[in-house]
Every structure is written in C-alpha cells, then in structure tokens.
C-alpha cells in the first residue's frame, strides 16, 4: 500500500534551517510528484511547492520562493524539504502529499491523494 | 494569490445533509474542472474525499458529492453523521501559481 512515511518534530531557533524527509513506499517513486502544505497552529493548508523526481522539476510559493529547497533521493526514495531564515510563523506542521496530474507530461497538478503524517517544527528563541 | 473562499463553518444534524461552498475566480475554479476537496480531523493528516471537481476516490461513501458552478465549487454531504465532523477545505488548480487552497470550513455535527 502507498505510505508516505515523515521524519519526527523538531524545534529551531530563528534564523536556523530545518530539513524535512518524506519516505514514499509501496508505488513507483519516480512517477509522481511530491507536493509540501503547511498548517500553521489554527490556520488552514497553505501549499509550498512541488517537486517531480520523473523529471527533476521544482516549483515554489512565492511566499516560501528563496528560502526553501525540495530535492529527491530515488536510491531511498525520499523527498526532502529545507527551510532556511526560519521565523516563529514558520512555526507549522509541514505535510507531504503524492500528486496527480492531469497532463501526461506530469507538469500540471489535480490532487494529492496519499499524505504524510505531518512532521511538526517549532520556531522559538 | 488570494485564497479561495469558503465559510468559516457549517452544521447540521445527523441525517441531514449539508454544503460547503467553495469561491474563487476564473483563473482557478471558473477555468478549470481540477477542483478537490479535503477532509481533515483534528490532529490528523488531510484525506482526499472528492477529486476533479465531482469524482471520489475508492472508498470514500457516496453520500459526498461535488460539484460546481461558474467560480464556484460545492461539496455536499447527505445523511450527516457523527464521524462527518471535521474541517474540509477546498483547492483548485491556477494558472498563476499552480495551487490555491481555501481557507478551510468547520463541519460540526450536532
């Protein structure tokens, strides 16, 4: 079955970086692409960005873009998602998601049908 | 990219049914059918319920539907029940920023 397995919490001071792990199983990994959504305390789902391992592609939030890298490690197939410059908002809990799309070059998102746990980061001095 | 709009929250009661809107404009819900939908209880990851606007995956009961008009997107639940409780937030895909979601609508059960 598909599982997309996240690495645990973590607490950063501000200013520091943060590297999240998403560790996909159970479905070809390079077929699809990996979507990042953060939930801030109380808030509602906020898309980062995406990254597709079938052809290496990145996009970004403009309100993330400069600060946060997604990368891939086909051999683990393991995505990975750093945030960098981090300020207490970026205090969230950070959700990977697999992604459909609806092209068949794999360039165009529809939805995100299997998620991660979540993996909790808090920001504070 | 402004979010989409949905209401903060909705109720019914159990067997009833229910619909949680879903506004945005027409370089995101009016231009495009890839519209889904997301339930979410506390403490636990989003699971797709509706995806292209009315399809639902394996396994999701039929008492949730999709649909959509004009800018605006639609996600009802008929014969409410207790486990319904949750937030349910929409997404679309845009053309300016690849994905938007909504701000998220609390579902109470009462």
């Known amino acids: 079955q598909v599982q997309l397995v996240q690495s645990g919490p973590e607490v950063k001071k501000p200013g520091a970086s943060v590297k999240v792990s998403c560790r996909a199983s159970?479905?070809?990994?390079?077929?699809?692409?990996i979507t990042w959504v953060r939930q801030a305390p109380g808030q509602g789902l906020a898309w980062m960005g995406w990254?597709?391992?079938?052809?290496?592609?990145?996009r970004y939030a403009q309100n993330v873009q400069g600060r946060v890298t997604m990368t891939t490690d086909t051999s683990t197939s393991t995505v990975y998602m750093e945030l960098r410059s981090l300020r207490s908002d970026d205090t969230a809990v950070f959700y990977c998601?697999?992604?459909?799309?609806?092209?068949?070059?794999?360039?165009?998102?529809?939805?995100?049908?299997?998620w991660g746990q979540g993996t909790l980061v808090t920001v504070s001095s | 990219q402004s979010a989409l709009t949905q209401p903060a929250s909705v109720s019914g009661s159990p067997g009833q049914s229910i619909t949680i809107s879903c506004t945005g404009s027409?370089?995101?819900?009016?231009?495009?059918?890839?519209v889904s939908w997301y339930q979410q209880h506390p403490g636990k990851a989003p699971k797709l319920m509706i995806y292209?606007?009315?399809n639902r995956p394996s396994g999701v009961p039929d008492r949730f539907s999709g649909s959509k008009s004009g800018t605006t997107a639609s996600l009802t639940i008929s014969g409410l029940r207790a486990e319904d409780e949750a937030e349910y937030s929409c997404?679309?895909?845009?053309?300016?920023?690849?994905?938007?979601f909504g701000g998220g609508t609390k579902l109470t059960v009462l």
């Open positions: 027409n370089s995101d819900v009016g231009g495009y059918n890839y």
């Open positions: 292209e606007v009315s």
């Open positions: 990254i597709t391992p079938y052809n290496g592609n990145t």
């Open positions: 998601a697999r992604t459909r799309t609806f092209d068949s070059s794999g360039y165009y998102p529809s939805h995100f049908d299997y």
């Open positions: 159970g479905y070809p990994f390079s077929s699809y692409g």
């Open positions: 997404t679309s895909y845009t053309s300016s920023t690849l994905v938007v």
